[in-house]
């Protein structure tokens, strides 16, 4: 894995971007060559709730790329991938059991352009549909090979104490081959696309700073809100 280098995320292709316009200086280059990667093991948070977001920049096609994993064994793990047929893809293996098999229909085969991936995990959603959530460049994604399937409260494999990695593939394989940049894995929360991103003027998503609106200290508080929401918050996660 080479050295942290300038990554053309600079919103310089935005129409008359200001100065002051959030810029992401950095990128990380990953060699699947090299067997590089990044590993951490978390003390357990909620395995049931929980929001990746990065830009991804691919630099080879037609092999699997691991994005984000968390491994204990082959009957334990879970991995955010881009398969080898350029789909992404996420799944959760429990106790021997396959719980969350979820491919686009969509490919991803531009390894020109970076985009933008928002990947929300949320089992106690009393919806399914709501329970995975993937937003490609602030637009959610409807269109799926294997449509997102998971049981309510289900307690996943991310955020337990285990191995959580960056770039690597479970049992040691599908290294990532491209850029990743402004990785964040954000505990407890399932947050829209609008917490790291915004759409310009044109309609074109830019990396924005991470916004969160600041939840209440656990006073009790009425649920007759008016005015306007911010963009990605209910009521309800307010309150």
């Keep these: ?32 060559s090299e067997g ?20 991804v920049k691919r630099s080879t096609l037609g092999v699997q790329h691991n994005l984000f994993s968390a491994y204990t064994d082959d009957n334990n793990q879970g991995y955010l991938v881009l398969e080898s047929d350029d789909a992404i893809a ?13 491919k686009t229909a969509r490919l991803f085969r531009d390894t020109s ?18 329970r995975i959530r993937l937003f ?10 294997d449509a997102p399937n998971c049981t309510q409260y289900l307690e996943g494999k991310y955020n337990s104490a285990i191995e959580h990695q960056i770039g690597k593939g479970q049992a040691g394989s599908n290294y990532m081959d491209g850029y990743l940049a ?3 894995f954000i505990d407890g929360l ?3 696309a609008a917490a790291f991103g915004e ?29 306007t929401e911010d963009s990605g918050w209910t009521k309800a996660q307010v309150f």
């Design 136 to 145: 490609i460049n602030g637009e959610r994604v409807t269109s799926w090979e």
């Design 182 to 184: 402004d990785v964040q």
């Design 1 to 32: 894995m080479t050295a942290l280098i300038g990554n053309p995320l600079l919103l310089t292709s935005a129409p008359a971007a200001s100065d002051d316009a959030y810029q992401i200086e950095k990128s990380l280059r990953f060699n699947d």
């Design 199 to 227: 759409f310009d003027s044109t309609g074109v998503w830019n990396p924005a700073e991470f916004k969160l609106l600041v939840r209440n200290n656990g006073s009790t508080w009425s649920g007759m809100v008016t005015g």
């Design 113 to 130: 352009a970076w985009f933008h991936i928002t990947f929300v995990f949320d089992s106690t959603n009393a919806s399914e549909e709501e």
């Design 90 to 102: 996420f799944d959760q293996r429990i106790s021997g059991t396959w719980s969350n098999s979820t």
């Design 36 to 55: 590089a990667f990044l590993k951490r093991t978390f003390n357990a948070g909620n395995t049931r709730t929980w929001t990746w977001a990065a830009w």
């Design 190 to 192: 399932a947050l829209s």
